[in-house]
């Protein structure tokens, strides 16, 4: 799997200054295992190259390498006394360690807290290089560990890594002989991007079962399947629009503005120092065309339109109000180019009352 060089060597640089916890939340496990790996196993990018272990509480300790089993410990306190009386320079991932932290109202277990603690000073200092790397789906730190806890955002795949899926995809159904041209893949890639890996492979094998092949078609699956993926957030909405510039009944000079910045963002428009669009302001009574005007700008653009209810995100219900924006926004970023449409922002500024997650 091909990883972005940068990315890796920004991890790296955590490891190798021995930062003793790395969180990384992400619902891509497999994917940033495997992006540890790459790390952990090349001395190019790490320079001492680890071992990498894997613990799970269903399984113990696995091997990063042959996925062979180590311990069997399925304790997280026994499983962190693994690791300080390693004798390895090691990478130890711990998945889902976060169900301990006082998830959704439970508990902290202040044991593993504490024991978490007590091991700092052998990681940090100790004569064998050893770091530990949460990997959960969701960010939840105690309080009592944000200081020794580095987060590493880890972001979804790029264009190029599904076009990579794509093509195992194509090989293991023998259709690498596809009619799909190198545009075409591009296309595909870059119309799957917000999707995760796993997400991405699902879009493109139904795309296979449904239509007995692969074209550029399955772009309109694709969508489907993007649209289900953003519906699941609970705050961002793929908003579907046929409206046209025509349907928009004054504002000329807003209408001008669109008109002009239309392809700005563009690789050609790079060569003219054209800068892209960062966005525009309404506001206005009810009634007087800002939903209609946000849904005709994605058919002036030709970009995918997303709706971001500022209201859903500091209602209580959702959920955490700082891990839903953080969420909708690497979603929508990974989506780009698209327009973010955020609904009644005015609801997301000081001056709101304390009632829920607003507070």
């Given at each position: 799997?091909?990883?972005?060089?940068?990315?890796?060597?920004?991890?790296?640089?955590?490891?190798?200054?021995?930062?003793?916890?790395?969180?990384?939340?992400?619902?891509?496990?497999?994917?940033?295992?495997?992006?540890?790996?790459?790390?952990?196993?090349?001395?190019?990018?790490?320079?001492?190259?680890?071992?990498?272990?894997?613990?799970?509480?269903?399984?113990?300790?696995?091997?990063?390498?042959?996925?062979?089993?180590?311990?069997?410990?399925?304790?997280?306190?026994?499983?962190?006394?693994?690791?300080?009386?390693?004798?390895?320079?090691?990478?130890?991932?711990?998945?889902?360690?976060?169900?301990?932290?006082?998830?959704?109202?439970?508990?902290?277990?202040?044991?593993?807290?504490?024991?978490?603690?007590?091991?700092?000073?052998?990681?940090h200092e100790g004569f064998?290089?050893?770091?530990?790397?949460?990997?959960?789906?969701?960010?939840?730190?105690?309080?009592?560990?944000?200081?020794?806890?580095?987060?590493?955002?880890?972001?979804?795949?790029?264009?190029?890594?599904?076009?990579?899926?794509?093509?195992?995809?194509?090989?293991?159904?023998?259709?690498?002989?596809?009619?799909?041209?190198?545009?075409?893949?591009?296309?595909?890639?870059?119309?799957?991007?917000?999707?995760?890996?796993?997400?991405?492979?699902?879009?493109?094998?139904?795309?296979?079962?449904?239509?007995?092949?692969?074209s550029k078609d399955a772009?309109?699956?694709?969508?489907?399947?993007?649209?289900?993926?953003?519906?699941?957030?609970?705050?961002?909405?793929?908003?579907?629009?046929?409206?046209?510039?025509?349907?928009?009944?004054?504002?000329?000079?807003?209408?001008?503005?669109?008109?002009?910045?239309?392809?700005?963002?563009?690789?050609?428009?790079?060569?003219?120092?054209?800068?892209?669009?960062?966005?525009?302001?309404?506001?206005?009574?009810?009634?007087?065309?800002?939903?209609?005007?946000?849904?005709?700008v994605s058919s002036i653009?030709?970009?995918?339109?997303?709706?971001?209810?500022?209201?859903?995100?500091?209602?209580?219900?959702?959920?955490?109000?700082?891990?839903?924006?953080?969420?909708?926004?690497?979603?929508?970023?990974?989506?780009?180019?698209?327009?973010?449409?955020?609904?009644?922002?005015?609801?997301?500024?000081?001056?709101?009352?304390?009632?829920?997650?607003?507070?």
């Amino acid at each position: 799997m091909n990883f972005d060089k940068k990315l890796q060597d920004s991890l790296a640089t955590l490891f190798k200054a021995r930062f003793p916890y790395v969180y990384i939340p992400t619902w891509e496990e497999k994917r940033a295992i495997e992006f540890i790996r790459s790390i952990a196993y090349s001395e190019d990018i790490i320079k001492h190259e680890r071992m990498l272990y894997i613990w799970a509480q269903t399984t113990g300790f696995v091997s990063g390498k042959n996925e062979t089993i180590i311990s069997k410990t399925t304790d997280p306190i026994d499983a962190m006394n693994f690791v300080l009386k390693s004798n390895e320079d090691a990478i130890f991932v711990f998945k889902d360690l976060h169900v301990f932290f006082g998830i959704d109202g439970r508990n902290i277990t202040y044991e593993i807290v504490r024991k978490m603690r007590d091991i700092i000073p052998e990681l940090h200092e100790g004569f064998k290089r050893k770091n530990i790397v949460l990997i959960s789906p969701r960010l939840i730190i105690p309080e009592d560990l944000q200081k020794d806890i580095a987060v590493f955002d880890f972001p979804l795949p790029n264009a190029k890594e599904i076009i990579s899926v794509l093509d195992e995809i194509l090989e293991e159904n023998s259709l690498g002989q596809s009619n799909l041209s190198a545009e075409d893949k591009e296309k595909l890639g870059k119309a799957a991007l917000g999707l995760t890996l796993q997400e991405a492979e699902n879009a493109f094998s139904r795309a296979i079962v449904q239509n007995h092949g692969i074209s550029k078609d399955a772009l309109k699956i694709i969508f489907d399947e993007k649209n289900q993926v953003i519906k699941k957030t609970g705050i961002l909405e793929f908003v579907n629009s046929n409206l046209t510039i025509d349907d928009i009944g004054g504002l000329e000079n807003l209408k001008s503005w669109l008109l002009k910045r239309k392809n700005a963002w563009l690789d050609s428009a790079k060569k003219y120092n054209i800068p892209a669009p960062k966005g525009v302001l309404i506001t206005g009574v009810p009634g007087c065309g800002k939903s209609l005007t946000a849904k005709a700008v994605s058919s002036i653009w030709q970009l995918p339109l997303l709706k971001l209810d500022i209201g859903r995100i500091f209602s209580g219900i959702v959920g955490s109000s700082e891990e839903n924006m953080r969420r909708a926004l690497a979603t929508a970023e990974a989506v780009a180019p698209s327009i973010l449409w955020i609904d009644e922002i005015e609801k997301g500024l000081s001056g709101l009352g304390s009632n829920g997650d607003s507070g």
